[in-house]
């Protein structure tokens, strides 16, 4: 253990599982991003999450569950939603849904909405996590709201320091990019935030999306403004000017490549990397290539377009 960073082996695990039952806070690797746990039916625990991030109140929380057995518990599923659970978790898929009466978590983590996000993750940390504690946690981007999404510890301690009781070290997070969330509606659905998971796959699972929801804010990740590096960023940049950092795709070879091969999986798990590394650099200005508006490109430019908000 290096100072509150904790490798995720099995003492880690039991370790992580002892603080979180006390109500304290834990940074555990998921497949996407580093989350900031805390144990979803705590309102003292849920507000040292809001405390530590600086997060506004406003802002709901993803509750993270082992299984479909256990999110029945918190939310309402009808047949589209079992669907996509079925087809898509574990994994990097979050579902909006209508919250259960008497649901066991804290009122703070849905911000007073109706609805509850969900989702099921496939690392085995954050899985390991969840069956040692037997609870469930809600678990939001483990840095300082607004900023860049951790994909390492390191990132994690960089932003948050003390104010995380513990951080489990399981590497670099593989997808490297938030969960896909998906509204589930009486009236069809729609993807709130696009991630490694795409609306054609989802369309495939459940059938078309509809026209969009009530608008206003229903799940992490909405801010106009968000997964920002601190510093002016410009898109669609091909060629870099006199102060910027460069984050190249494909053959805009840049400071920093996303993937030299033009992979998109590969430019989102590197993306947030590229963006530490790019806020960490003297160059007071970033730029970025241009990438693809199609699959997984979709969630990046997303990124990208907040981040430059």
């Known amino acids: ?5 904790h490798a995720a082996d099995a003492a880690g695990i039991a370790r992580a599982a002892q603080v979180l039952r006390a109500g304290g806070l834990v940074a555990v690797p998921t497949e996407t991003v580093y989350g900031l746990a805390a144990r979803a039916d705590s309102a003292e625990a849920i507000a040292g999450i809001y405390r530590a991030k600086g997060r506004p109140d406003f802002n709901p929380l993803i509750v993270h569950v082992p299984g ?6 918190l939310a309402r599923f009808d047949d589209r939603a079992r669907a996509l659970a079925q087809a898509f ?8 849904l209508p919250l259960q009466g008497g649901a066991a978590v804290a009122s703070a983590v ?3 909405l109706p609805t509850l996000a969900l989702r099921c993750p496939a690392h085995p940390a954050m899985r390991a996590v969840l069956a040692e504690t037997g609870l469930p946690l809600a678990a939001p981007s483990a840095n300082r709201s607004g900023g860049v ?8 301690a960089a932003s948050l320091g003390d104010r995380v009781d513990l951080i489990l070290d399981g590497g670099d997070c593989p997808a490297g990019i938030e969960s896909t969330i998906v509204a589930v509606r009486e009236q069809g659905w729609q993807v709130l935030r696009p991630g490694p998971i795409t ?14 929801g009530p608008g206003g804010i229903e799940a992490p990740g909405q801010l106009a403004s968000h997964y920002a590096p601190g510093k002016p960023v410009r898109l669609d940049a091909r060629e870099s000017h006199f102060g910027e950092f460069h984050i190249g795709f494909r053959e805009v070879e840049g400071d920093f490549n996303l993937s030299p091969a033009g992979d998109l999986g590969e430019a989102a798990a590197r993306l947030y990397a ?8 003297p160059a007071a200005r970033i730029a970025v290539a ?3 508006e199609e699959g997984i490109g979709i969630a990046i430019n997303d990124r990208l377009r907040r981040a430059a908000a």
């Open 110 to 112: 849905s911000a007073g």
């Open 274 to 281: 590229a963006l530490h590394r790019a806020a960490a650099d």
């Open 68 to 73: 479909l057995a256990e999110a029945e518990a």
């Open 149 to 156: 999404s951790p994909t390492s510890a390191a990132h994690v």
């Open 89 to 96: 978790w574990p994994g990097a898929l979050t579902l909006v």
């Open 290 to 292: 241009p990438i693809p």
């Open 1 to 5: 253990m290096v100072g509150n960073i």
């Open 199 to 212: 609306e054609s796959e989802i369309a495939r699972a459940i059938g078309p999306a509809s026209s969009p």
